[in-house]
């Protein structure tokens, strides 16, 4: 089985999200419902329609969530990585047109409504993976090669 890999970062942001679900809003929700509920004709009432379709959502989301911390693999910084490119990096890098590019690898969980993090296992990130700043990466695209040049590699150090 593919190891789900996850940055500290990635991964305290998922536990946090958790604890807000189910600390915060669930009792909230679930407290709404409850007041709705006991007004009487639940098939016309639209609080108690909305909250519990919230409730719903949430609890799907607390399953996802807590699957997911259960399965992943934390990758916290190693000095080792330091001037290449792994797991974790921010990554600078340019093409011959002077369009450049600023990212940190990560891991599926982590890229999601984020424009400036790509996933591990995307084409980019495995062209990068192991340069060093100057080295050039071949990416593979719909459109055909593209040479990237690498300019800086930066890690965030826990």
């Given at each position: 089985?593919?190891?789900?890999?996850?940055?500290?970062?990635?991964?305290?942001?998922?536990?946090?999200?958790?604890?807000?679900?189910?600390?915060?809003?669930?009792?909230?929700?679930?407290?709404?419902?409850?007041?709705?509920?006991?007004?009487?004709?639940?098939?016309?009432?639209?609080?108690?329609?909305?909250?519990?379709?919230?409730?719903?959502?949430?609890?799907?989301?607390?399953?996802?969530?807590?699957?997911?911390?259960e399965k992943v693999e934390v990758v916290d910084y190693s000095p080792e990585q330091e001037g290449k490119v792994?797991?974790?990096?921010?990554?600078?890098?340019?093409?011959?047109?002077?369009?450049?590019?600023?990212?940190?690898?990560?891991?599926?969980?982590?890229?999601?409504?984020?424009?400036?993090?790509?996933?591990?296992?995307?084409?980019m990130a495995r062209a990068l993976l192991k340069k060093e700043v100057d080295d050039e990466a071949w990416v593979?695209?719909?459109?055909?090669?593209?040479?990237?040049?690498?300019?800086?590699?930066?890690?965030?150090?826990?």
């Amino acid at each position: 089985m593919k190891r789900k890999l996850i940055t500290r970062a990635g991964y305290n942001q998922l536990k946090q999200e958790l604890d807000q679900l189910w600390k915060v809003e669930r009792p909230e929700v679930t407290r709404k419902v409850t007041w709705a509920a006991s007004l009487g004709d639940r098939s016309e009432n639209a609080d108690y329609q909305y909250n519990k379709k919230r409730l719903r959502e949430i609890d799907r989301r607390v399953r996802y969530l807590l699957k997911t911390l259960e399965k992943v693999e934390v990758v916290d910084y190693s000095p080792e990585q330091e001037g290449k490119v792994f797991f974790g990096a921010w990554v600078t890098i340019e093409n011959d047109d002077g369009d450049t590019r600023h990212f940190k690898i990560a891991g599926y969980d982590e890229i999601f409504d984020r424009k400036d993090t790509i996933s591990i296992e995307s084409p980019m990130a495995r062209a990068l993976l192991k340069k060093e700043v100057d080295d050039e990466a071949w990416v593979e695209t719909p459109q055909g090669k593209t040479c990237w040049y690498i300019l800086s590699i930066e890690y965030e150090k826990t």
